[in-house]
């Protein structure tokens, strides 16, 4: 039961004592996978950003900070109303400027205009997408041709949370995640083991070759 509850928190955290709890968590855990994902995506200054389940907003922020032309352009999107609010409160200067906008939605229904986005990034995120394939056409919709997307998680931890129920079912393998980015249309998709000071993690790649 623990396992269960924890999972959801950690899905689709709630304005709750579990939920504050939960986005502590990823304030403190999340904040070196969250730099790493902008960094691997190689964001040029001009370019239309989204990073899918944006959590508390770090990921975001260090995004923000790469984009210094003026057609630079940050999306987020997050399932969770709490993290939304979370991230727009974190943010509310460049959501009122403009240069940052934040949808609390689905990732497998996302408002927004085909081909129109160059970078993609999200961290400890498509495991608890109910489809990896609606989740998966949906981001290569939204993607501009050649555009990049980039993942990173801990292989080791998921799989430990996995093998406890945290995450019920097989989408929290990487393999299910690269499968259905390859249906979806994606290409060069790839895995790779990498060193970060003392931690080491994995960063996924796709391209939306269209």
């Known amino acids: 039961m623990w396992a269960e509850k924890v999972g959801k928190q ?10 504050w709890l939960i986005s502590k968590l990823l304030t403190a855990r999340n904040r070196v996978l969250e730099e790493n994902a902008v960094q691997l995506s190689k964001i040029q200054p001009g370019d239309t950003v989204l990073e899918l389940g944006h959590g508390p907003g770090l990921g975001l922020q260090a995004a923000a900070k790469l984009l210094t032309e003026p057609t630079g352009r940050l999306i987020g999107v997050d399932y969770s109303e709490y993290m939304h609010q979370m991230a ?6 460049l959501v009122a400027s403009g240069k940052v906008t934040l949808h609390h939605c689905d ?9 129109t986005v160059d970078k993609v990034f999200h961290c400890n995120c498509y495991y608890f997408w109910p489809d990896l394939k609606k989740g998966a056409t949906e981001i290569h919709r939204v993607m501009k041709p050649g555009g990049l997307m980039v ?11 996995a093998a406890k129920q945290v995450m019920p079912g097989e989408n929290w393998q990487p393999e299910a995640y690269m499968a259905a980015l390859r ?11 990498i060193q970060d000071k003392k931690l080491s993690f994995q960063a996924i790649y796709a391209t939306a070759w269209k």
Do not use: I, N, Q, W
Request: charge should be negative; glycine fraction near 6%.
């Open 10 to 19: 950690l899905g689709h955290p709630t304005r709750s004592v579990a939920g």
């Open 88 to 93: 727009s409160e974190r943010l509310k200067e």
């Open 107 to 115: 990732v497998a229904a996302m408002p927004l205009a085909e081909s």
């Open 151 to 161: 993942t990173t998680l801990r292989l080791f931890h998921v799989a430990t949370m």
């Open 183 to 193: 249906d979806s249309g994606f290409s060069d998709v790839r895995m790779e083991d």
